[in-house]
């Protein structure tokens, strides 16, 4: 099989181990540089270039599109759907889940617990939207945050107000969530490869850190999940259209509630805490799926 990987860093660790355990089960992976991609979008074929050749005979396309370059990252995803080549994660399920709002949106509508969270335009209705997280502490966060940046818990109604107003006085959206404390400081993230949970690792935050990220301080460790979490997980999964994902979930006292689903999540933690070959099962996931023309929307929508 020959795979292209979309990447800009061919050293992180999460490309370097997809690129050795292809290699070891003896497909072809090309490490490509998103955004030195080009394309014809208005011819009938579609094609890509990079570095002045054009891009032929992928079976399999695996994006690792960076969060801030999405909009150019999905454009080229795209266009490699276009061309019949199946991706790991298609586009329109990358878009869905790189937008924190409409996911949220889409689990509700599928029934999956979510810890309570509002949004509003208007920084007139803080009161109300308060009000309707279930009052301090709440968890403020920006829509377009990444790696726990932007995102606040606000002890008191006043710092609350504050926060909310600032950062509508910034211009940025925001999502206002119920605390959920119960949780510790810790999140479970369970990796989803192909409707099945194949690895899950609990985080800790640092000493004092209600954030759990590993990019924030946090460690990591595996645990056994439960089953109810193992389903939320899957359902989270199908839910966005995600072949392959990272579902981070809170245990609160009313069941999981889930927090994200990460469409390029990292090997790394996921590797180390739990021994288990993650990368090895996502290329034995594209072994068994990838054929051409299996791309469900074809670079639609
Ligand atoms: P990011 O996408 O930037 O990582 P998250 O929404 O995942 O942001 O939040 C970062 C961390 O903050 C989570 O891993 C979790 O530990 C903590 N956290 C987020 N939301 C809540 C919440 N509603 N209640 C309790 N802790 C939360």
Known sequence: ???????????????????????????????INTLRCYMNIASRRPEIFYNGSKLEGYDAVIPRIGASITFYGLAVLRQFEMMGVYPLN???????????????????????????TTFAHDPKMTEEVLKTAGGAPVVIKLLEGTQGIGVVLADTERSAKSVIEAFRGANVNILVQEFIKEAGGTDIRAFVVGGKVIASMKRVGAPGEFRSNLHRGGSAEMIRISPEERSTAIRAAKSMGLNVCGVDMLRSNHGPVVMEVNSSPGLQGMEMATGIDVAGKIIDFLMKNAQAGKTKTKGKG
């Not at 790189?98 to 979510?114: C, E, T, Y």
Request: net charge positive.
């Open 90 to 116: 298609e586009s329109v399920a990358i878009g869905r889940s790189r937008d924190k709002l409409r996911s949220m949106q889409l689990l509700a509508r599928d029934g999956i617990g979510l810890p309570v």
């Open 1 to 31: 099989m020959k795979i292209a990987m979309l990447a800009r860093n061919p050293d992180l660790y999460s490309h370097k181990r997809l690129k050795e355990a292809a290699e070891e089960r003896g497909h072809q992976l090309d490490i």
